[in-house]
């Protein structure tokens, strides 16, 4: 059932719009959830700003993805997340809406923000009682941490938070790791190809563990890809470039089933909407995939 508390975007913050007219909850099946939080990290980053870069930017994409389009299946837009409060308050706003997407049976993407809120949104799954699923995690920093700096909700330690939940995680592109990191990838049984595999081979399919589940959410957060393509505050070099990015999801869709994402910690630059227009475009290349694999 939705969940009576939440409300749709205005007509003028609609994922592609104003060319697709908002349809009602239920008869879309992906559900964009905007999400402008900002830690402690980057609060003076204008990441509190990219769901709606990213959101505006969408205006201008063709609804045919090259392949597919997706929008027929409905594409519904909610009001943003209101980020005000704690940041464990906040967590617990985006871990109710995810949830009661999840709910419907609909497929959740959130736009971040902070990577911080990935942990809300897997939470989300689990307090819907999705059952036997695994993170599949992009980026260019383990974010294993227990704490940073005694912030256990930093996100350097969204996905030691994730683990912690017993949620298996297998990690992509990473470059950038501690040796707390390492030690917690064998404590938790975490498998990954990082990027100095990936990219010095010009990967661009993996195969998933025989023992992961096949039903998995992607967590993708922008600095995974390499900064040719996004510069952001965590940006390393050495990382994913956007082809591999999107021929990496579509071998993981083709071996598991995709039930959510999200995109985090993209940050606009002022006076360059390009990475704004290639934010939106990303997101709907994987809803593309994810229609093509689903549906």
């Not at 059932?1 to 009602?24: E, H, R």
């Not at 239920?26 to 870069?53: C, Q, T, W």
């Not at 995974?224 to 393509?229: A, I, L, R, T």
Request: include cysteine.
């Amino acid at each position: 059932m939705p969940n009576p508390k939440q409300k749709a975007a205005s007509a003028s913050a609609v994922f592609l719009g104003p060319t697709l007219k908002q349809p009602k909850p239920s008869d879309a099946f992906f559900h964009i959830l905007p999400i402008p939080f900002v830690g402690e990290r980057f609060n003076k980053s204008a990441m509190a700003s990219a769901p709606e870069a990213i959101i505006q930017a969408s205006s201008t994409l063709d609804h045919w993805d090259g392949r597919s389009i997706p929008a027929k299946h409905g594409v519904y837009t909610h009001a943003a997340v209101d980020c005000k409060g704690t940041t464990e308050k906040v967590l617990a706003k985006i871990t109710s809406e995810v949830s009661s997407i999840m709910k419907m049976e609909k497929f959740p993407i959130g736009l971040g923000g902070d990577g911080i809120v990935s942990y809300a949104m897997v939470k989300g799954l689990l307090d819907a009682g999705v059952e036997n699923f695994g993170v599949i995690h992009i980026d260019a920093q383990a974010d294993l941490r227990e704490e940073d700096n005694g912030n256990l909700w930093s996100e350097a330690c969204v996905m030691k938070r994730i683990v912690d939940e017993d949620v298996p995680l297998f990690q992509l592109g990473v470059r950038s790791i501690s040796k707390e990191e390492v030690d917690a990838r064998r404590v938790y049984g975490v498998k990954f190809y990082d990027a100095d595999f990936l990219v010095s081979r010009n990967v661009t399919k993996v195969e998933l563990p025989s023992e992961f589940p096949d039903t998995v959410f992607l967590s993708i957060d922008i600095d995974g890809f390499d900064p040719s393509v996004f510069p952001t505050p965590g940006a390393v070099p050495g990382g994913l470039g956007w082809v591999q990015v999107l021929m990496l999801i579509e071998s993981i869709a083709q071996q598991a089933n995709i039930i959510g994402f999200d995109l985090t910690e993209f940050n606009p630059l002022p006076g360059q909407p390009y990475y704004d227009n290639a934010a939106a475009l990303l997101v709907y290349k994987i809803m593309g995939i994810v229609e093509r694999t689903r549906l």
